[in-house]
Structures are given as C-alpha cells and as structure tokens.
T-cell receptor
Framework: EAQVTQNPRYLITVTGKKLTVTCSQN?????MSWYRQDPGLGLRQIYY???????DKGDVPEGYKVSRKEKRNFPLILESPSPNQTSLYFC???????????FGSGTRLTVV | GENVEQHPSTLSVQEGDSAVIKCTYS??????FPWYKQELGKRPQLIID?????GEKKDQRIAVTLNKTAKHFSLHITETQPEDSAVYFC??????????????FGPGTSLSVIP
C-alpha cells in the first residue's frame, strides 16, 4: 500500500530536550515536505526537499532541522524544542514538487 | 507576500443542499490549485485539483472552477451528505525560477452537513 508513515503519532516532551519525528514514504517520490498545522492558520511549510541531499527552508523554518540522506526518509529534528512548537505536524510527499500531496498520519507534539 | 484567502471559515448546510467554498490567491504565477479534505483527527487527503489551463473540473458530486483573471477558485459540493463534514483546505502552487515548487494553503473551511 502506497503510504507516508510518520512516527510517533503523539509526543509530549519538555523544553530543550532534542527530539526527532521520522517520516518515510514507499512511493519513490522525489519531493517531501514538512508542515505544521495550527488552528486558524492552516498548513504552513517548515522545510522541503526536492531530492536526496537537497533541502530548503519553507515559511516557518526557525527551530527545526531536516535531512534527506535517503530518498524514502525525511526526518524532522527539533534540537531544542520550545512551547511555541506545540502543534500538529504532517509530513507529505509527491512525485514532483507540490502536485498532489500524500500526507502522513500526523504527529501531535506538546512541549511543556 | 504570497497568500491564499479562503471563505467562509465555517459553513453549515442541510443534507442534500449544495456547498460552495471560495479561495483567492495573490500570486498570478500560480499554476496548480488542489483541494484537500481533512476529517476530524485524520490527515488531509487530496479530493480534486485543477491546473491553470483549465476552467472547470468535475468528479461526481464535487467540482472546482478557476477564474485566472480574478485570481480565485471555488469548490462546489452538490447533494451534500453527512460524510462530507470535514475541514476543506484550498492551496495554490507556483513553480519558482529556482525550480522550487511553492505550495501555499488557505486557512481552511469547516463544513458541517446537518442530517
């Protein structure tokens, strides 16, 4: 089954404790992206990757890092999480940039 | 900067009636306009999309129309059913000169279909 898999689904952490949210797709998609979803603000892009070893900032990259060492994986790293990063995060992929995203199931992150 | 506005933010309709959600975009270079449906607690899913060289596209009970001159596009759902209740997001995609394809989402419309 074609899918984007995110882990974990839920995460509660403390301020400053590094964490990684994993994202993996099995569709051989070149384009992958991370979004955060907050009430009233829709989906805002954090980082994207056009292909392996090619990543760039989206609209809200501050406080986040990503890497794309393999085509299928695109982890999101929070080096020092803060409470304003409490949000619902989605990983998405598409065969080419922006056309017809497939989204992961989401990660609800709470930073206390 | 580029943005996508979406109206209304909430919409309630009686089952069987039609629902219309409208989006406007600011970047005239946008060339692809998808709509995503997000049911409560679930991921957004693509339901229909339209490219800038097409004025209208239909898929059973849903349709999307695009007015490039006015820079707006709309989602039309006919014969609404309770399972249509969800948050709907529009988006606009622009192919940038650097080959980065930027996708900007609207803030969403919460649709409730009353049985």
């Amino acid at each position: 089954e074609a899918q984007v898999t995110q882990n974990p689904r839920y995460l509660i952490t403390v301020t400053g404790k590094k964490l990684t949210v994993t994202c993996s797709q099995n569709m051989n998609h070149e384009y992958m992206s991370w979004y955060r979803q907050d009430p009233g603000l829709g989906l805002r892009q954090i980082y994207y990757s056009m292909n392996v070893e090619v990543t760039d900032k989206g609209d809200v990259p501050e406080g986040y890092k990503v890497s794309r060492k393999e085509k299928r994986n695109f982890p999101l790293i929070l080096e020092s999480p803060s409470p304003n990063q409490t949000s619902l995060y989605f990983c998405a992929s598409s065969a080419s940039g922006g056309f017809g995203y497939t989204f992961g199931s989401g990660t609800r992150l709470t930073v206390v | 900067g580029e943005n996508v506005e979406q109206h209304p933010s909430t919409l309630s309709v009686q089952e069987g009636d039609s629902a219309v959600i409208k989006c406007t975009y600011s970047d005239s270079a946008s060339n692809y306009f998808p709509w995503y449906k997000q049911e409560l607690g679930k991921r957004p899913q693509l339901i229909i999309d339209i490219r800038s060289n097409v004025g209208e596209k239909k898929d059973q009970r849903i349709a999307v129309t695009l007015n490039k001159t006015a820079k707006h596009f709309s989602l039309h759902i006919t014969e609404t059913q309770p399972e249509d209740s969800a948050v709907y997001f529009c988006a606009a995609r622009r192919a940038m000169k650097t080959s980065y394809d930027k996708v900007i989402f609207g803030p969403g419309t919460s649709l409730s279909v009353i049985p």
